[in-house]
């Protein structure tokens, strides 16, 4: 029986650490962009991941919600953070938001005013 025990603790302390590095979450900081907009132009929004871990080659999505409207905008490495390029096709009140693709991600939504074109 203790040969049994003996074995199963280095087993099951391998499973809880494997399951600590391969969980975490990533914190947004640093987000610039404006707080309103044109509808249908383009802007860029630009922001850092700060991965909680090991990890450090994520790769983000930004999304944009309005209503039933969900888009989703591919952020790119710039300098020491992320840039996306987005475009809001309709006026209202977008909600904004930064998705880590690295289990939990940490951010207070924002909001940005989209505008019809006077």
């Known amino acids: 029986m203790r040969k049994i025990s003996m074995f199963l603790i280095p087993v099951f302390l391998m ?7 391969a ?11 404006p ?10 929004m630009k ?12 790769e983000p999505v930004v999304t944009a919600t309005l209503d039933d409207t969900e888009l989703v905008f591919t952020a790119v490495k710039a300098g020491g953070g992320y ?17 880590s693709r690295y289990c939990e991600t940490v ?6 005013q989209a505008r019809n074109q006077s």
């Open 107 to 112: 951010m207070t939504p924002i909001t940005i």
């Open 15 to 21: 499973g809880a650490f494997g399951a600590a590095v």
């Open 83 to 99: 840039s996306a390029r987005l475009t809001l096709p309709r006026a209202g009140k977008w909600q904004i938001r930064v998705d």
């Open 47 to 58: 922001f850092v991941v700060k991965p909680e871990g090991g990890r450090r080659d994520v």
């Open 23 to 33: 969980g975490g979450r990533a914190r947004i900081t640093s987000v610039q962009a």
């Open 35 to 44: 707080e309103a907009v044109v509808a249908g132009n383009g802007f860029d």
